[in-house]
């Protein structure tokens, strides 16, 4: 399979089955929000099909991409929304608190900028260990405004870590946008001087993204130091749930259509022959498919078991 045919693998499956979790949201059967990632899941695509097998990733509560382009199965993870105990938190994390080691995905949380110190601490771990491995911190510019985000990139440019932190700007953090948030709109001047190289992506092209993350990748691999790569995308979906929101007046619906008509999905359906992605499409629809039949057979925790992980 050629990259790019892998590339759009990953890109329709994720987006067809967050198209079918915001079909089946209204049922009720999904027991936690969703922040669906239509339309910025390229981002996760590109930068994942850049890594290894052996490579951490950390994600945000928009975590659904990340979670399935590292390798994350799409069985536990629909079975987790759904609060089945076949989940990959067993059925208490919901779709915002996604784990699944067995392919390194750290996990995401639903606290702003929480998987930043912990995607640092991972490559401290790496390095102390003398690895080739490198990790993934995949973050939104809303993040950027956490003081833990200086913190870690003070800490990694200082220890010279093996990590990629992506920031993936969709321009809102819930709904403020933001010119209203940064004074400095420049990210890479806000975060000079903690030796941690930049680079900027706003074109949303994945295949390109993914050359560009290759060579940031195989920079931080070979020890020359950590490096930041911020990603202009856009969300079409509202913050939380599967409605669209653009009736609500914090967003340009004429921006939001610059995005849908350069989708970069239908710019990699382009690339391919119409056999290869019928039968890319096929497969994507019966895996979606499998998934929620996965989730709907599966049994919820038993309430003996309501108090066991519980600290206190």
């Known amino acids: 399979m050629t990259t790019t045919e892998k590339l759009y693998e990953s890109l329709n499956f994720i987006r067809q089955l967050e198209l079918k979790v915001a079909q089946v949201y209204p049922s009720d059967k999904i027991k936690s929000p969703v922040h669906l990632s239509i339309g910025q899941e390229f981002v996760s695509v590109g930068v994942c099909e850049a890594l290894k097998q052996s490579d951490f990733v ?36 919901g779709s915002m608190h996604l784990i699944e080691s067995s392919v390194n995905v750290i996990g995401t949380s639903a606290v702003v900028g929480t998987g930043i110190p912990i995607a640092t601490g991972y490559a401290l771990s790496q390095k102390m260990k003398n690895t080739d491995n490198i990790v993934v911190c995949f973050l939104g510019d809303g993040a950027t405004e956490e003081g833990c985000f200086y913190e870690s990139l003070n800490f990694a440019g200082l220890h010279n870590l093996p990590i990629l932190f992506v920031v993936e700007n969709n321009s809102f953090a819930i709904h403020e946008p933001i010119e ?29 993204l993914y050359d560009i993350a290759s060579s940031m990748v195989e920079h931080i691999r070979a020890g020359k130091g950590p490096m930041l790569l911020e990603v202009d995308c856009y969300r ?58 996965f989730a709907e057979q599966s049994q919820f925790p038993s309430a003996s078991e309501l108090f066991n992980y519980v600290y206190k």
């Open 180 to 208: 209203k948030r940064w004074a400095q709109p420049d990210l890479s001047r806000r975060v000079d001087g903690f030796a941690v190289e930049v680079k900027q992506y706003k074109n949303g092209d994945v295949t390109e």
């Open 236 to 293: 079409w979906y509202q913050h939380v749930g599967p409605e669209k929101d653009f009736n609500q007046a914090y967003r340009n619906q004429s921006i939001a259509q610059r995005w849908i008509d350069n989708d970069p999905l239908v710019a990699l359906a382009d690339k391919l022959s119409k056999e290869v992605k019928q039968k890319l499409d096929i497969d994507a629809h019966q895996r979606v498919e499998k998934a929620f039949e």
């Open 58 to 93: 950390a994600a945000t509560y928009r975590g659904h991409a990340a979670y399935l382009a590292k390798g994350g199965s799409p069985e536990k993870l629909i079975a987790e929304m759904f609060g089945k105990e076949t989940g990959c938190a067993q059925g208490r994390g």
